[in-house]
């Protein structure tokens, strides 16, 4: 499996934005599919993830209901909405996949062997 990210752009505060993530190669069905994002100078943080099979979300602590994380395994692709957004989002989202991977570990890093390029968003003020 393959990733594309794509969606971001330029978005003023409190708008709304959507990313999507392409994959390709077979068995996509059986991978988790997170969001990572990295802002400048800090460290890569989880923001969502939507598990292999039967598609159980997770959501980093900050995204308080903004974000909502969906997949289309017919097409291969998976989706964050963002809303409400604010400058504290700019960031490099990335996405990142692995296959048939452990509930306990769906929002460390490490455990993702797949990632496509990252996209930026960038919430002005």
């Known amino acids: 499996v393959q990733l594309q990210a794509y969606g971001g752009g330029l978005v003023q505060a409190g708008g709304s934005r959507r990313l999507s993530c392409s994959a390709s190669?077979?068995?996509?069905?059986?991978?988790?599919v997170a969001w990572f994002r990295q802002a400048p100078g800090k460290a890569r943080e989880f923001v969502s993830a939507?598990?292999?099979?039967?598609?159980?979300?997770y959501y980093g602590d900050f995204v308080k209901g903004r974000f909502t994380i969906s997949r289309d395994n017919d097409k291969k692709m998976v989706y964050l909405q963002m809303n409400s957004l604010q400058p504290e989002d700019t960031a490099v989202y990335y996405c990142?996949?692995?296959?048939?991977?452990?509930?306990?570990?769906?929002?460390?890093?490490?455990?993702?062997?797949?990632w496509g390029q990252g996209t930026l968003v960038t919430v002005s003020s």
């Open positions: 990142a996949a692995a296959s048939f991977l452990h509930d306990d570990y769906y929002n460390t890093e490490r455990y993702y062997n797949l």
């Open positions: 190669g077979r068995a996509f069905i059986n991978y988790t």
């Open positions: 939507v598990k292999y099979g039967v598609g159980t979300t």
